[in-house]
């Protein structure tokens, strides 16, 4: 019988190191990608991911669900979030609730000008007093 295991707060290298003894973990890269093959009791599992960091999470995660379901299945539901969670760490706009865009005003070459100078310009024409631009 396995007995429990916390698993809050670390990673699945760290579930790995303390469950098993004797892991050992290569790398290649082939420019774009790294890939990771991990030994744990004489199994070899392979993972590959754009960083060591990734390849090795990845390939962990493959030798916890294979050797460790039960600690498998831990990670993966502290990783879903639930419906009663909160959004504050969720990346992306928050949903839209009942707010309808504003429509953009249309604007022509008179409006923007390309320059300061073009902008006084503008400014000196609309005015009622007669003004020149030195340039």
């Not at 429990?4 to 892991?23: M, Y």
């Not at 539901?77 to 249309?106: A, D, E, H, Q, Y």
């Not at 100078?117 to 003004?131: A, H, Q, T, V």
């Amino acid at each position: 019988v396995q007995k429990r295991h916390a698993v809050e707060g670390k990673t699945p290298a760290q579930i790995i190191n303390e469950l098993f003894q004797g892991i050992t973990d290569t790398y290649d890269n082939d420019g774009l990608m790294f890939k990771c093959t991990l030994t744990v009791m004489g199994q070899v599992f392979h993972a590959v991911a754009s960083s060591k960091k990734n390849a090795k999470h990845e390939a962990c995660m493959i030798a916890l669900k294979s050797l460790r379901p039960d600690v498998h299945a831990a990670i993966e539901s502290l990783n879903t979030p639930s419906s009663n969670t909160s959004r504050m760490n969720t990346f992306g706009p928050p949903p839209s609730v009942g707010i309808t865009p504003m429509k953009k005003r249309k604007v022509d070459s008179t409006d923007s000008p390309c320059s300061l100078k073009d902008l006084l310009s503008k400014l000196c024409l609309e005015g009622n007093k007669k003004y020149k631009l030195d340039s």
